[in-house]
């Protein structure tokens, strides 16, 4: 009886970690709170508040400031790009997913306010992040230099992509208007600009080349981008948070990035995450062979489509 009991829980965990998609090469904590999937390209891809999962013997959190909204989808929209960038360019991002619920962990804060004090939730959002250093550390080794993304799901009425650079609107606006100038090593993008061969924040943000700009002409709205530069007075915006800041600040000096805070409809919906998947697969592996200290591998040949 007991036997099958474990059974059947461990059945309920997994049915909880795993999806129908899940890509290959997983590793998960001994709890199941949270996902390791192996990668084979330059670019490591964070999931912290698509959890779904709600431990019942942990208490939700509720301290000062204290937010526990899941980011709908976003687990499976990470699931959706590794099977993308397998499919059409033979190679998959690693990925780091929490499956438990940002009622009990919030995965893109520091320590305290993760956990909300609560010592039971050390572990995971040790673990978690203890994942991500992983991935960063044997994609760095590997490939040169890494690409590091948070991926976020959004509620704002504005239907775009919001990529955080961890620069205000406000500052974003001014620097847009060239009244004030940014210092490189302020945003998430520090790491790269400090290469010789990289042109001008300037270049990322708004101009040709910049992810924003590349997801727009896809059909993918984003800001800041060449089409839409930086979010308009009352628009809101996510800039980047704890994540962002730490994977790409001083302690990893080859790994630059952003968050992105994805909008629902026709990007984390069942019905328009294929399309969308494929066209960030060809944005991001373009975007990353314009750099020669990324060492990227060779594209498996474009597939029919
Ligand atoms: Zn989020």
């Avoid at 061969?197 to 896809?218: C, Y």
């Amino acid at each position: 009886m007991r036997v099958l009991l474990l059974s059947a829980v461990l059945l309920y965990s997994i049915s909880l970690i795993g999806q129908n998609n899940a890509p290959p090469g997983a590793t998960h904590d001994a709890a199941g709170h949270t996902s390791y999937y192996a990668g084979t390209m330059p670019l490591v891809i964070s999931v912290p508040h698509g959890g779904t999962w709600n431990l019942t013997e942990i208490k939700d959190r509720d301290c000062e400031g204290a937010v526990t909204v899941t980011d709908r989808e976003t687990k499976e929209l990470a699931f959706e790009i590794s099977d993308a960038l397998a499919k059409y360019h033979g190679m998959r991002p690693y990925l780091i997913v929490c499956n438990i619920t940002r009622k009990d962990v919030d995965q893109n804060r520091e320590i305290n306010e993760a956990t909300c004090g609560n010592p039971e939730m050390a572990k995971p959002w040790e673990t978690f992040h203890a994942y991500i250093d992983s991935a960063l550390a044997e994609a760095v080794a590997k490939f040169g230099s890494c690409l590091y993304i948070d991926l976020h799901g959004h509620g704002h009425p504005e239907q775009r992509l919001e990529v955080g650079y961890l620069i205000t609107d406000k500052k974003l606006t001014s620097f847009y208007d060239q009244s004030e100038l940014l210092s490189d090593h302020t945003t998430s993008l520090g790491n790269l600009l400090s290469r010789k061969e990289v042109s001008s924040l300037r270049e990322w943000l708004f101009g040709e080349r910049a992810f924003g700009t590349l997801m727009a002409a896809k059909g993918y709205p984003s800001v800041p981008s060449q089409q839409d530069p930086h979010p308009k007075e009352g628009e809101k915006y996510f800039n980047g948070g704890y994540n962002t800041k730490r994977y790409t600040g001083a302690a990893y000096p080859n790994v630059f990035g952003w968050q992105i805070e994805s909008n629902y409809r026709g990007v984390r919906d069942p019905k328009g995450r294929p399309a969308f998947a494929m066209a960030f697969s060809d944005v991001i592996t373009g975007f990353l062979r314009q750099f020669s200290f990324v060492k990227m591998p060779a594209s498996m040949g474009e597939q029919v489509r």
